[in-house]
């Protein structure tokens, strides 16, 4: 089970405390996500970046921060400003060449604020 | 803004019955339309894209550009089909837009 891992499995945070979820793959792929993943919710886009150094805000950007000084490595930082962080976070890639649109998924990194 | 509707939460069918798992989405654009599954325990994979127009695992999706639909069907259900199904939309963004899920149980 190679491609694109994520780590820690199980985060737990408590409240005030910033935390950084580990995304790291090695598809060769320009283009990592960030999604969340409620229960009835589906996955809404939090960042992403089709390039080193360059990333957007998606849908649900706030309380979060990311960074992508590497290839390889796109990490997710939960701030103390996001309100409701208990949830699923699941890390994504693809080529970002505009005729393959199909992203490869993490395991998922399961945070509870306590 | 695009969006992508799925309006079952839970489907329940038997084994041998035939599925059709229902997407709906809104995009001014030209849509890439896909499916992915999510086992229990497994990660999240894709299922099959519209542009392929292949069948996977049995399950077939026609893009109707009319309707805005791209349901996800299959003629027999298996019990191996239980899982959560999302159906999701490309966009120029290159990030994918998700719909809210459908969970398939398939009881024996």
């Known amino acids: 089970d190679g491609g694109i891992t994520q780590s820690p499995k199980y985060l737990f945070r408590k409240e005030g405390q910033n935390v950084t979820l580990s995304c790291e793959q090695n598809?060769?792929?320009?283009?990592m996500y960030w999604y969340r993943q409620d229960p009835g919710q589906g996955l809404r886009l939090i960042y992403y970046?089709?390039?080193?150094?360059?990333?957007q805000k998606g849908d649900i950007a706030e309380g979060y921060s990311v960074s992508r000084e590497k290839k390889e490595s796109f990490p997710l930082t939960v701030t103390s400003a996001q309100k409701n962080p208990t949830a699923f976070y699941l890390c994504?890639?693809?080529?970002?060449?505009?005729?393959?649109?199909?992203?490869?998924f993490g395991p998922g990194t399961r945070l509870t604020v306590l | 803004a695009q969006r992508v509707t799925q309006p079952e939460k839970l489907l329940s069918v038997f084994k041998g019955a035939p599925v059709e798992l229902k997407c709906n989405y809104s995009y001014s654009g030209s849509p890439e339309l896909f499916w992915y599954v999510q086992y229990s325990r497994q990660r999240l994979q894709l299922l099959l894209r519209h542009i392929s127009r292949e069948s996977i695992k049995g399950f077939t999706a026609d893009l109707n550009k009319g309707e805005t639909s791209f349901h996800l069907k299959k003629p027999f259900a298996q019990e191996e089909d239980s899982a959560m199904y999302y159906c999701a939309l490309g966009t120029g963004r290159r990030a994918l837009t998700f719909g809210s899920g459908t969970r398939l149980q398939v009881q024996p």
């Open positions: 970046s089709q390039i080193v150094n360059d990333f």
């Open positions: 598809l060769n792929h320009d283009a």
């Open positions: 994504a890639s693809n080529s970002g060449t505009t005729i393959d649109n199909e992203q490869f």
